[in-house]
């Protein structure tokens, strides 16, 4: 993840949660590289064989990430384990 304090991200989600959506295009280069890596932990467990990219994965989580009308996270905590 790039630098930036948890209190930022967090300040980003909750102005996303009050509607600002260039939020959510502020907090996406800042948090990528950590979906990525959260995204291959549950790849490497996936059976043999199985067809799904860690990419393809992240971009499918973004993608309904966007689609929320109103969020809900509480903090940084809340949005990455």
């Known amino acids: 993840m790039m630098s930036v304090s948890a209190a930022g991200v967090t300040q980003l989600l ?3 949660q009050q509607g600002d ?16 890596r959260i995204a ?23 993608v309904r990430l966007a689609g929320q009308e109103t969020p809900e996270w509480q903090n940084r905590s809340h949005f990455l384990p």
């Open 14 to 16: 909750f102005d996303w």
């Open 21 to 36: 959506q260039s939020a959510l295009k502020k907090l996406t280069p800042l948090i990528y590289d950590e979906l990525r």
């Open 40 to 62: 291959h932990h549950y790849v490497k467990h996936e059976r043999n064989g199985h067809t799904l990219q860690t990419t393809a994965l992240v971009h499918e989580a973004y």
